[in-house]
């Protein structure tokens, strides 16, 4: 069965530090790994993507990708609370085809 | 910078009527999709549609959801009957080609209430 799992949250970090944000998936043939965000009533935006292992930095987002292990992670830097909004980790490729198979997202909450 | 329009961006309809929610993909894209959202949980996947067909659906895609590319530039999901569980935001979303780095581009959605 095509599985990508996240921790639910609500994670809650203070503003300025690191928020971790963790995805694993089961299809061991999966190519691409996205990181969407979605405010409340909102589409999900992209904010960065990663195929190959090892570390991806973009600003203050990096995204790692194991995929020995099938993991794939976000860190956020000096977190803003206006970064506070669901965190969507979406995986295509292999069995999914064409398809993205989005977690159910981990709600992050970014306290002043 | 192009983005996917979707209309209407809210539908409230009775039970057993039809429904067609638009979207406009950006206009070089090629594969085209709809996924749902029923509130407070994740995002699904529906259909995806390339050279004028159904590439993949999923078990929720059944005989009373069809999609259509009525021309160049429109893409269209419609209920047939619709059902009170229908009720989710539906997201059209467009993606330019099939390599595994070409992300979905979302459209703002069609919150769908079913009454």
């Known amino acids: 069965q095509k599985e990508v799992e996240q921790n639910s949250g609500p994670l809650s970090v203070p503003e300025g530090a690191i928020a971790s944000l963790n995805c694993t998936y089961s299809d061991r043939g999966s190519q691409s790994f996205f990181w969407y965000r979605q405010y409340s009533g909102k589409s999900p935006e992209l904010i960065m993507f990663?195929?190959?292992?090892g570390d991806k930095e973009d600003g203050r987002f990096t995204a790692q990708l194991n995929k020995a292990s099938q993991y794939v992670s976000l860190l956020i830097r000096d977190s803003q609370p206006s970064d506070s909004a669901t965190y969507l980790c979406?995986?295509?490729?292999?069995?999914?085809?064409?398809?993205?198979?989005f977690g159910p997202g981990t709600r992050l909450s970014v306290l002043p | 910078e192009p983005e996917v329009t979707q209309t209407p961006s809210h539908q409230v309809t009775q039970m057993g009527q039809e429904v067609i929610l638009r979207c406009v993909p950006i206009s070089n894209h090629l594969y085209f999709y709809w996924y749902r959202q029923i509130l407070g949980q994740k995002v699904e996947f529906l259909v995806s549609?390339?050279?004028?067909?159904?590439?993949?659906k999923s078990e929720i895609f059944d005989d009373q959801f069809s999609v259509e590319r009525p021309d160049g530039s429109n893409f269209t999901l419609k209920i047939r009957s619709t059902k009170l569980e229908d009720s989710a935001m539906y997201f059209c979303a467009s993606r330019g080609q099939s390599s595994y780095n070409s992300p979905l581009h979302f459209g703002n959605g069609t919150r769908l209430t079913v009454t």
């Open positions: 549609f390339y050279n004028n067909e159904i590439s993949e």
């Open positions: 979406a995986v295509t490729g292999g069995d999914y085809g064409q398809n993205f198979v």
């Open positions: 990663i195929y190959s292992n």
